[in-house]
Nanobody, 117 residues
Framework: QVQLVESGGGLVQPGGSLRLSCAAS????????MGWYRQAPGKQRELVAD???????NYADSVKDRFTISRDNVKDTVYLQMNNLKPEDTAVYYC???????????WGTGILVTVSS
């Protein structure tokens, strides 16, 4: 069992920055591909970015060159640095862990990011 706890969300003005953190508890963090998803009001949940244990990253086109995902395999934490935020980035952001062998997934409870002036 893996528990994921997100932090770092909040209200930011357009053009601003936030860094989300997701702390994982449980065993063998390195066996999980970690990702960030988001769900805006009235929309489906979508992948924002993910990162393998070896550091290979993947981004949604809408956030490329603005967001950076990273992970610390010692601290069992994954981060999402979000720069040049836009109102359309407003959503609940969810941390996700997916086991590399059996695809079992775990989710955080989500954290709200609001981009507004």
């Amino acid at each position: 069992q893996v528990q994921l706890v997100e932090s770092g969300g909040g209200l930011v003005q357009p053009g601003g920055s936030l860094r989300l953190s997701c702390a994982a508890s449980g065993k063998m963090f390195v066996l999980y591909t970690m990702g960030w998803y988001r769900q805006a009001p009235g929309k489906q949940r979508e992948l924002v970015a993910d990162i393998t244990s070896g550091g290979i990253t993947n981004y949604a086109d809408s956030v490329k060159d603005r967001f950076t995902i990273s992970r610390d395999n010692v601290k069992d934490t994954v981060y999402l640095q979000m720069n040049n935020l836009k109102p359309e980035d407003t959503a609940v952001y969810y941390c996700n862990g997916r086991h590399i062998l059996n695809d079992r997934e775990f989710w955080g409870t989500g954290i709200l990011v609001t981009v507004s002036s």
